[in-house]
């Protein structure tokens, strides 16, 4: 096989690699994955597939169809970690495919070099930390992301056919059928985020008095994949879109007390971890971006559809008053073709001076971690251990002794292909032991799987059970029930129990303490080990209690 046509194989490796092969190595972890597998599954067991459920209550944080992707990898696989993540895992995977196809297709330069930099560009794509660590979790992110990829880059394809054909059509609907299933995964930045980097391009590209006619197909396609759905759960929910519409995203977006609130410079600061391990050679490639694109007679539409793609959605997420890293997420398809063009362009030169400065600044920090890892790990820091187990510690070291030779090894290497290709290796032993990698206390504070598998079976489906809001999702999730009562603060369920058939399963200490007196024998009780301090004093004597751990969840028998 010609090396040029086995470079696809590499991606493909590494996807295998990191993203399936390790998938269901380690327990789900609150509060996101538990949330994510306990909807869908009640989605099954109820066998209503329109109105979101958690622990029975009304959830009306995000659409159905993520919810509705999960469910069918548990028909399909059961109920297992695996299942849950195998759809993010797989958005990844196709979101790689289409910057492929993207790439290939929209190129200016000869086929060859076509083909380099679409592979590149998806193999910068599947080894960026940020889509690793979304990918590898059961969250919504990857598919929106996905959608939005597959919406802008049908739309791109519509524009490079011929004027008025079928293809262009075809295109223009598949555009809008993906923007409607992005709505239907997260919401109205299904719709928000194709036109914030769309407009724009046509712009640029000088075809603005083209919307109307490029813009009523995909309008309409997505209207009729969102619309069903819509106004099925208006019907069964008439308060859905009320609280979708305004808390979810005005309040979110604009409130000063809008939930995880960050300033406008977050997501700048937590690029260089994000990106990584490209982050470091970033220099690099905006000086080939510039280069390229003040090139004559190319074909720069792909390098404007990125930057557009990339720099406008991510200042809109910037100005949101909400953030979380898992946001910025749709900027990263844009963001590894970027880098693709422009590291080619500078090493094409023969520039080599600033990327291989770059990765030996990334090598030196993580000499500086090795070494942060081994001292804490020997000698202590104030009594913490990161691992408790020494083959953890030495796996981790083994990944950054890996990360820190290969990116030597690209520093030396010589020719363009041969030093992208290397620095995406780098990071691969870490990446695919990753699940084995959680420091112990994280897993204590995040994974209450334990508590349940060792300790759960005295838990009957006839005990009533009461759990911490931390707590409620993942008690659900392991014992497949949605009749959990909520103590005390009521987190992320406070909107499903304010409804007036759903309030008596929000308990205060006073109500949990009769409701125990009444069930003495048969109540359980699941919250967090630092809240158990605080309030099994305040209750009656439990017969039994077991912990994971300080930072961990308690479960106590009464």
């Avoid at 992707?69 to 297992?80: D, P, T």
């Avoid at 928000?192 to 046509?202: E, K, T």
């Avoid at 112990?440 to 489906?461: C, M, N, V, Y």
Wanted: glycine fraction near 8%.
């Amino acid at each position: 096989m010609r090396p040029s046509k086995a470079l696809p194989l590499i991606p493909l490796a590494l996807f295998l690699l990191v993203y399936l092969f390790p998938l269901g190595a380690r327990e789900l972890l609150i509060p996101d994955e538990t949330r994510y597998g306990e909807i869908p599954r009640e989605m099954i067991a109820s066998g209503d597939w329109v109105v979101p459920r958690l622990n029975g209550l009304r959830y009306f944080e995000k659409p159905v169809f993520g919810y509705w992707a999960q469910a069918a990898s548990i028909l399909i696989f059961g109920e297992n970690s695996f299942a849950l993540r195998l759809p993010s895992a797989l958005a990844v995977g196709l979101s790689a495919l289409l910057i492929y196809l993207l790439v290939l297709r929209g190129g200016g330069r000869d086929p060859e070099a076509d083909h380099w930099l679409a592979t590149s560009s998806a193999l910068i794509y599947i080894t960026c930390f940020l889509v690793v660590g979304v990918g590898t979790f059961a969250l919504l992110d990857g598919m929106f992301s996905f959608f939005i990829t597959a919406c802008i880059t049908a739309f791109f394809f519509a524009t490079q056919a011929q004027r008025g054909s079928g293809r262009e059509i075809t295109f223009l609907l598949l555009a809008g059928a993906a923007s409607g299933l992005a709505f239907l995964t997260k919401g109205f930045l299904g719709f928000v985020l194709p036109v914030l980097a769309l407009f724009p391009y046509l712009l640029w590209q000088k075809r603005l008095r083209e919307l109307w006619r490029l813009g009523w197909p995909p309008l309409l396609a997505a209207i009729a994949v969102a619309l069903p759905w819509s106004i099925l759960v208006h019907l069964r929910e008439p308060d859905f879109w009320v609280r979708f519409a305004w808390y979810e995203h005005i309040h979110r977006f604009l409130a000063d007390s809008a939930q995880h609130k960050r300033s406008f410079w977050f997501f700048f600061l937590a690029a260089p971890g994000m990106f990584l391990p490209w982050a470091f050679v970033l220099p690099t490639a905006v000086a080939g971006v510039k280069r390229r694109m003040a090139e004559p007679d190319r074909k720069n539409s792909v390098l404007r559809l990125s930057l557009c793609w990339f720099v406008l959605p991510f200042l809109f997420f910037s100005l949101s008053k909400g953030k979380l890293l898992t946001y910025i997420l749709p900027c990263v398809p844009p963001l590894a073709i970027l880098l693709s063009q422009g590291l080619a362009n500078t090493l094409e030169r023969g520039k080599v001076k600033l990327f291989n400065l770059g990765v030996m600044i990334l090598a030196a920090f993580l000499a500086l971690v090795l070494l942060a890892l081994l001292y804490v790990q020997i000698f202590g820091f104030q009594g913490f251990h990161l691992y408790g187990a020494a083959w953890k510690t030495l796996l981790a070291a083994g990944g950054l002794v890996f990360f820190v030779a290969i990116c030597l090894g690209a520093v030396r290497a010589t020719g363009v292909k041969r030093k992208i290709v290397t620095l995406a290796i780098a990071p691969l032993l870490l990446l695919a032991t990753a699940p084995w990698l959680m420091p112990d206390l994280t897993l204590q504070a995040s994974d209450p799987g334990p508590l349940f598998r060792l300790e759960g079976h005295p838990i009957k489906p006839g005990t009533v059970v009461i759990a911490g809001q931390d707590a409620a999702a993942a008690t659900c999730c392991y014992l497949r029930r949605a009749d959990v009562y909520v103590l005390d603060s009521p987190g992320e369920l406070k909107y499903g129990l304010s409804y007036p058939d759903s309030r008596k399963r929000h308990l205060r200490l006073p109500a949990a303490s009769r409701l125990i007196s009444r069930n003495r024998g048969n109540t359980a009780l699941i919250i967090r080990s630092d809240v158990a301090q605080r309030m099994l004093p305040k209750l009656p004597p439990p017969d039994y209690v077991t912990s994971t751990g300080p930072k961990g969840f308690t479960l106590a028998l009464f």
